[in-house]
């Protein structure tokens, strides 16, 4: 019996940095339904998701509540350990220097993010601020990540409007 192309493709991106940025589009979807800035993110060790976050800035009234923080937070309760080093944070937005710090401390092995932060994100920073072994990688997804941003902003604009 022959193999089912469409089946062996699918099987092939379960893995993906593309289906792993559609769970943190999945997170930021759940933050756009509370009213919170529509960030979410991932935490993938084995090819397992092991931590899913979004920001909770509003929620908790903290400032830190970035969806990077809550993640690497999770993972590190998750795994019993400070250090990241063999995992992979999925991110809809570039993370801004505080978040990127704390990576640089948990020294998470890999940065996968999506939509650029021209203003805000860790690459605007004149020094390098993650860690040297930490692998980034940026616009998978770009488009959509984006999109939510705008969808919200504009949203809220509207609602002041």
Known sequence: MPLNEDLV??????????HFMQQAL?????????GEIPIGAVVVSRNRIIARAH????????????AE?????????????????????????????????????????????GASDEKRGFR????????????VSSGIMATECQDILQRFFEKLRASKG
């Not at 909770?56 to 970035?66: F, K, P, W």
């Not at 995992?87 to 996968?112: D, F, H, K, N």
């Not at 605007?124 to 040297?132: C, K, L, R, T």
């Open 9 to 18: 493709d699918m099987s092939l991106s379960v893995f993906s940095d593309e």
């Open 26 to 34: 999945n997170e930021a979807d759940t933050a756009f339904e509370q």
């Open 55 to 66: 920001n909770l800035t509003e929620r908790l009234q903290d400032v830190t509540a970035h």
């Open 69 to 113: 923080m809550q993640a690497i937070t999770a993972a590190a309760n998750h795994l019993g350990a400070k250090y990241l080093t063999r995992c992979t944070l999925y991110v809809t937005l570039e993370p801004c220097t505080m978040c990127a710090g704390a990576l640089y401390w948990s020294q998470v092995g890999r940065i996968v993010f």
């Open 124 to 135: 605007s920073a004149q020094n390098a601020i993650v860690h040297p072994k930490t692998a």
